[in-house]
């Protein structure tokens, strides 16, 4: 398994993170099979778990705390998060001690504040993050879903290591952050952690919705249009190189510096499919294809 090193840290994890939502879900895999599904993505060189205290009100830590135990715990890079409801001093700091118990483990190696709380000042979560890693609980600080003003402004509250990630939503469709927020992550040398890679499926021509997925769906496809001709690029492409649409997918985001793509799956084939993803890297070609295909779907959305 190839792997890069996050951010400034000498951390080497594999550029596909696998994600752990659905393993905190009973209703879409039991927790046998998510120990099972974990534990072959480890054997296959999956390095590098993601997974928060609200997934499953704590399921999918649990579950991962099972899962990795025949494994060494160096061995796995262990990425969790503190939700948007515990950023207070104390409470963040009670909210690790509940990760770390579920996880059955000493300490987290990347923790991440999942969401900003614009209700608690930034100075007070930054600290209790800076009390955990200075007390050896945790490795590492992350962001996530932080815009480039909240990123710059935690980093000022830290005065014994940085951020050393921001997870954010990007994929060959949604590129926002492309914007600001990147461009000065890699600057800094801060890691992106992009979650839905595959757009939930649809960047890869899927049609089946499950009803958790509904919500963002909807949402999506009231201003989405024309996306029919960027998944039919994809698939040309992925056929032309003798690959899937999602190793396409997952490809044109671990073959940028400094990114690293999250995956989901509850499925054995779609998880050793996703790893076809690595040790090969897009055209320049396919990539301007690509580009030229999501152009067209920005600008229908602002046309409509």
Not at 52 to 61: H, R, V, W
Not at 186 to 207: Q, T
Not at 218 to 223: G, S
Not at 242 to 254: D, E, F, H, M, R
Request: glycine share 6%.
């Amino acid at each position: 398994m190839e792997t890069k090193i996050l951010g400034w840290s000498n951390e080497k994890i594999s550029p596909l993170i696998l994600g752990s939502w659905e393993y905190g879900t009973p209703s879409i895999i039991d927790e046998n099979n998510a120990v099972r599904i974990i534990g072959k993505a480890v054997e296959l060189g999956v390095n590098a778990i993601d997974t928060a205290e609200s997934y499953g009100n704590g399921l999918s830590e649990t579950v991962i705390g099972k899962a990795i135990k025949r494994f060494k715990r160096e061995d796995v890079f262990i990425i969790t998060k503190v939700s948007i409801d515990h950023l207070r001093y104390d409470d963040v700091l009670r909210a690790a001690e509940g990760s770390l118990k579920r996880l059955d483990t000493n300490y987290i190696d990347l923790y991440l504040v999942h969401w900003p709380n614009h209700y608690v000042p930034i100075r007070e979560t930054a600290k209790a993050m800076e009390k955990l890693f200075n007390d050896g609980k945790i490795r590492y600080i992350g962001l996530s879903n932080f815009s480039l003003p909240l990123l710059r402004e935690f980093r000022e509250h830290l005065s014994k290591t940085d951020v050393v990630a921001n997870e954010l939503h990007y994929n060959v469709l949604f590129r926002d952050v492309e914007k600001e927020v990147l461009p000065y992550m890699l600057r800094e040398n801060i890691a992106l952690l992009a979650y839905d890679s595959l757009g939930l499926g649809y960047l890869i021509g899927r049609k089946e919705i499950r009803n958790e997925y509904k919500w963002y769906v909807l949402a999506r496809e009231a201003y989405v249009k024309n996306l029919e001709p960027l998944v039919e690029e994809i698939k040309s492409i992925a056929k032309e190189l003798g690959k899937t649409p999602a190793q396409v997918v997952l490809n044109w985001l671990i073959s940028k510096e400094n990114v690293f793509a999250i995956f989901n799956t509850t499925n054995e084939d779609h998880l050793k499919e996703n790893l076809g993803s690595l040790g090969w890297k897009l055209r320049e070609s396919d990539v301007k294809r690509l580009d030229e295909s999501v152009r067209k779907v920005i600008i229908d959305y602002f046309t409509r």
